[in-house]
């Protein structure tokens, strides 16, 4: 590809990709037309639906599923360890084998805000909206509305806004 792009050759891209420059993708899974902005790292086992918009400097990590037609904004960070340590009790650099990855859902039509952080063990329901700079800590309702730290239901969503 280009000397502005890390792609692991694992990588798994869908049909119409659009990938900007200065990326890491390894071990991922992209589905068709799925747009990846600047400055975006997703890591391996990640599988993100078609038709996404990943905004530039989102961290995307191992245990993360994102449905289709989903928006990530710009910043957005993953955490996939509830208790992350760097090293083990007997004081060694911890290794893979020291811990086991925790999930995150993100469902089809779902936003998520510039600025979020999202803890592992959640799942953002379909077309949800998580306000910007929220963090999430719990399951997030489908069409709903949250925002804050932590995030706190603002309202449910009834229908499709007007455009």
């Not at 792609?7 to 200065?22: R, T």
């Not at 530039?56 to 993953?78: A, K, L, P, R, Y």
């Not at 090293?87 to 811990?99: N, R, S």
Request: glycine letters at 10%.
């Amino acid at each position: 590809m280009s000397e502005f792009l890390s792609i692991a050759p694992d990588v798994k891209l869908g049909q119409g990709v659009k990938l900007s420059k200065f990326i890491n993708l390894y071990g991922c899974e992209i589905g068709d037309e799925t747009k990846i902005g600047a400055f975006v790292e997703i890591q391996k086992h990640v599988k993100v639906g078609k038709r996404c918009k990943i905004s530039s400097h989102t961290f995307i990590c191992e245990g993360v599923t994102i449905e289709d037609n989903v928006f990530i904004g710009h910043g957005v960070i993953f955490t996939n360890d509830t208790y992350p340590r760097a090293t083990t009790a007997a004081g060694e650099l911890q290794t893979e084998q020291d811990w086991h990855v925790e999930n995150t859902l993100i469902r089809s039509g779902a936003s998520i805000g510039s600025g979020a952080t999202i803890l592992p063990n959640v799942t953002v329901g379909e077309r949800a909206i998580v306000g910007a700079g929220s963090v999430v800590t719990k399951d997030v309702a489908a069409h709903s509305i949250v925002a804050g730290n932590p995030a706190r239901p603002i309202r449910s969503i009834k229908t499709e806004p007007r455009i």
